[in-house]
């Protein structure tokens, strides 16, 4: 399958329209070859890692990509908005971890060293003083953390799981056996909820996942409960550009809320991120970079 590749700037305008969603989308394009292994989308930009951990951001500005200083072996981000840049954060080889500070110079900024170790951190967005942004981590043990803006440092929070995803405030998690748990912000602890997942994503007020068979479910905020929908991922990221996935063979799929179904969309990738705002971007086995566009 051959992917139109266009000019820099026509990508960088194409990716505004995606993360705008003002219409439905119609394929990948090409943005760069050869760069990126991972990419994290928020609700106003687009990062990622390469092969040797070196970290890029998607700069509109310059329509490129620019390396930060730093290596990073997990990034995440989440929490933009129009009058608000996305928290960044990361974690390095050996599980330490890590906060982008655009103020420090030189431009576009700095990761900063956070106290602690982490093997997974997921942000999105905050709503108080303390949890400008809501980051969650997991270290190797499945011990749970969140960090706190006014201490400057993660806590524990009580339970243990294999998987956290934070989305529209709010936190969900999978164990080692494959129960679903809700973190519950009024009791302060985790919540199982009926279900067996091996991986969830939440975003946009929705909320994903996938068993081990690779079966696909959604939440069903009616009954609390989650309800099998037909196809079969390897891995699905949900966000507020829409609900993603892609199957063992790199196909592309895309929920459709008008048939209540997974549509193909035309492509091969290895990985896929849904932002919220920032579009929907991926990558293939060559590190080629992708980005959905209205044409």
């Given amino acids: 399958m051959q992917f139109k590749k266009p000019s820099l700037f026509v990508a960088i305008a194409l990716a505004m329209v995606a993360g705008a969603n003002v219409a439905y989308p119609q394929e990948f394009v090409q943005v760069t070859t050869g760069l990126l292994a991972k990419v994290a989308v928020g609700g106003q930009s687009m990062w990622g890692i390469n092969r040797s951990d070196q970290i ?9 990509f620019t390396q930060v200083t730093g290596q990073l072996a997990t990034i995440a981000v989440g929490g933009g908005t129009l009058v608000q840049p996305d928290e960044v954060w990361g974690i390095n080889a050996s599980q330490q971890i890590f906060h982008f500070n655009p103020n420090d110079l030189p431009p576009p900024g700095l990761f900063e060293h956070v106290p602690g170790l982490l093997t997974q951190i997921s ?14 981590g997991i270290n190797a043990s499945g011990d749970i953390y969140r960090f ?10 009580p339970g243990i799981l294999s998987q956290i995803t934070v989305g529209d405030g709010e936190i969900w998690g999978v164990n080692h056996a494959g129960q679903v748990y809700q973190f519950n912000f009024h009791t302060g602890a985790f919540v199982e909820v009926p279900g067996m997942l091996a991986q969830i994503s939440a975003g946009a007020g929705a909320v994903w996942g996938l068993n ?5 479910f959604r939440l069903d905020r009616n009954t ?3 309800i099998q929908v037909p196809g079969i991922l390897a891995h699905i990221s949900v966000g507020g550009n829409g609900v993603w996935g892609v199957n063992s063979s790199g196909s592309i799929f895309r929920f459709d809320e008008a048939s209540q179904g997974f549509l193909q969309v035309t492509g091969t990738l290895t990985t896929i991120a849904s932002g919220d705002g920032g579009g929907v971007w991926g990558v293939n086995s060559a590190g ?5 566009t209205t044409l």
């Fill in 56 to 64: 890029f951001q998607y700069d509109a500005a310059t329509r490129t």
């Fill in 123 to 136: 942000v999105g967005p905050g709503y108080q003083p303390c949890h400008q942004a809501e980051v969650w």
């Fill in 148 to 157: 706190d803006y006014c201490a400057n440092t993660f806590f524990q929070v």
């Fill in 212 to 216: 081990s068979s690779g079966s696909i």
């Fill in 224 to 226: 609390a409960r989650f």
């Fill in 288 to 292: 080629d970079i992708f980005v959905f």
